[in-house]
């Protein structure tokens, strides 16, 4: 976004979006949190993303091209050439026969406009502002395939491993890639990257060229070059202009040749929000209500990689302020929040989960995260800390809500303890969303589903027809039909009928049925108002979460 701050700020009070104590406010908690004043914005509420780019245009006296809700096609794209879009960060936004609306985050560029009339002869050009954030998602039109370019690389005969890498790590940051994976076969490396969940074959490098590769990612990652026979963890960083990138490294002899995996953490956490991750407004207010205790434990359980971490970091941002003392202990360290004191474990320093939460216990905080509860010894400190004034956030592995107590009874947790610490379990799934560009919506009944099982959840929507919506498949979604991810939920309160079953040592049956008594839903349950809605299909929502035994 070419605007600084100080131009911002005239922009919303004179727009009218904000008034001086809003403003006055808003610099001071970026100063106190060391964020920008842009992140600050978001942070407190005072305006939405949309409404920041619709002010920034009324500034310019120009249109606001809404980038994010209409993205531009692949053929809308490529029509302005990559040099030129890329150095004036310039996308059709909408076209007609003789005339289009041309979106940009700098329209005071004297430039832009000539150089856009020697493309277009004939057409009437208009000019409208959009974020920077989405004119450069729309770029990810411009990427030719992995393969063709490793074939120029390896052409030219320069240096071709940095090269290489250089181009697969673009690659995974343009599509959003959570993981980088190199894997050996017998006459070439695949690389795959997953994206919202799911593994693709993002290009192939030939065997030969593998093993500079495999030492530069060592190298970079502080790992051993002559070991071949064992597993290896490092982090590396990728840096690009004025962006850094954390990665951390895992490589594992197999018998074609050592994997690696780079797993892409996030820089900061920025414009999460309760909603933004998927929670409906009664799930808002359960946890909102949980973080304005002062002592407690919310525990959030799932899977690896159904989006714990962002969850609970979601909270904290409700709670982070300049008078509270958070600090956490993560394996690793995926966000960074400012303002918040984050330990990483180090098994090489013996710094496990249990020996740094009893240090951090000792360094008198308000919250802690504990990164995930893995021994008794963990739990036994974790509730300890929760039991003696502290707000304790932390995650376990556990297929749902109701299987998280007996596991940890079965850990050895004392049931009185447990019972008076707890207040909240939340089980979270992700599900991909349908992707926005190709999204249209059809008519269906249960005739029209194969599967048993789709059949089976078509049924639980208790109607002989109803309207899904679905992808068509196009190039912004990489013809998958989703783009992006959201989580479903289920919960379940530490009520005072709650807390008396608990000391039952009680199964996960009756744990549940309670529960299902107070009121809590499934996580399929709270898929299936997602697929009512037109987030996700009820494809996607049987990929992950199953619909209730009766």
């Known amino acids: 976004m070419n605007i600084d701050d100080a131009k911002l700020k005239e922009i919303l009070l004179r727009e009218n979006y904000a008034t001086v104590n809003d ?18 914005l978001f942070d407190n509420n005072l305006i939405t993303k949309d409404l920041l780019g619709q002010a920034i245009a009324e500034s310019f006296q120009i249109p606001y091209a809404d980038l994010n809700s209409n993205q531009p096609s692949s053929g809308q794209v490529l029509k302005i050439p990559e040099d030129v879009a890329k150095k004036y960060h310039a996308v059709i936004f909408s076209e007609e026969k003789k005339s289009m609306v041309v979106a940009t985050d700098n329209p005071e560029n004297a430039e832009l406009l000539p150089e856009l009339k020697k493309i277009f002869k004939g057409t009437k050009i208009s ?24 074939s120029k690389i390896i052409e030219s005969k320069g240096r071709v491993a940095p090269e290489l890498l250089e181009e697969i790590f673009d690659d995974a940051l343009v599509y959003r890639a959570s993981d980088i994976h190199f894997e050996p076969r017998i006459d070439d490396i695949i690389v795959r990257f997953r994206v919202d969940g799911v593994l693709r074959e993002a290009g192939r490098i030939p065997k030969e060229y593998y093993e500079n590769v495999l030492n530069r990612i060592k190298v970079q990652s502080g790992l051993r070059i002559d070991e071949h026979l ?38 900061y956490v920025q414009g999460f929000s309760l909603h933004d991750i998927g929670l409906s407004s009664l799930h808002q207010q359960f946890l909102a209500e949980a973080v304005a205790k002062p002592f407690g434990m919310i525990l959030v359980v799932g899977p690896t990689g159904s989006g714990k971490t962002t969850t609970l970091y979601t909270l904290l ?12 202990i993560e394996d690793p360290v995926e966000y960074k929040m400012t303002g ?95 992707c926005e560009q190709c999204k249209y919506s059809t008519s269906k009944t249960v005739k029209d589903f194969q599967s048993p099982q789709l059949k089976t959840a078509f049924e639980h929507l208790g109607v002989k027809s109803t309207t899904f919506y679905e992808g ?51 996580l399929f349950e709270d898929g299936l108002e997602k697929v009512k809605a037109g987030v996700t299909t009820l494809e996607e ?8 035994q009766e």
């Open 127 to 150: 000019i409208a502002y959009s974020l920077t954030d989405d004119i450069i998602a729309g770029f990810v039109h411009y990427q030719k395939p992995l393969e063709t370019r490793f």
């Open 23 to 40: 403003i006055k406010k808003v610099q001071e908690d970026a100063r106190l949190k060391s964020i920008s004043f842009t992140d600050s």
């Open 472 to 522: 068509k498949k196009c190039q912004a979604c990489s013809n998958t039909g989703y783009k992006g991810r959201t989580a479903i939920f289920e919960f379940i309160q530490i009520t005072s009928k709650m807390q008396d079953l608990m000391l039952r040592s009680p199964s996960t049956r009756q744990i549940w049925e309670l529960a299902r008594q107070e009121g809590s839903k499934t």
């Open 230 to 267: 064992a597993a290896q963890d490092g982090s590396l960083q990728y840096k690009k202009e004025n962006i850094v990138t954390d990665l951390r490294t895992s490589i594992v002899p197999t018998v074609e040749g050592e994997k690696v995996v780079l797993r892409i953490l996030s820089a």
């Open 541 to 548: 929502l049987l990929r992950v979460a199953a619909p209730p």
């Open 317 to 328: 941002k409700l709670v982070n302020k300049p008078d509270v003392n958070i600090t956490t």
């Open 340 to 434: 918040v004191n984050q330990i990483q474990t180090n098994v090489q320093t013996e710094l496990t989960f249990a020996k740094g939460l009893r240090s951090i216990v000792r360094q008198d905080p308000d919250i802690i995260l504990v990164g995930e509860i893995r021994d008794k010894e963990t739990a036994e400190i974790a509730v300890n800390a929760a039991l003696t004034g502290h707000l304790l956030y932390s995650t376990f592995h556990a297929n749902d809500a109701a299987t998280a107590v007996p596991r940890l009874l079965d850990m050895g947790m004392e049931p009185f303890l447990l019972a008076s610490t707890l207040q909240i379990i939340v089980a979270q799934r992700l599900v991909r969303k349908i």
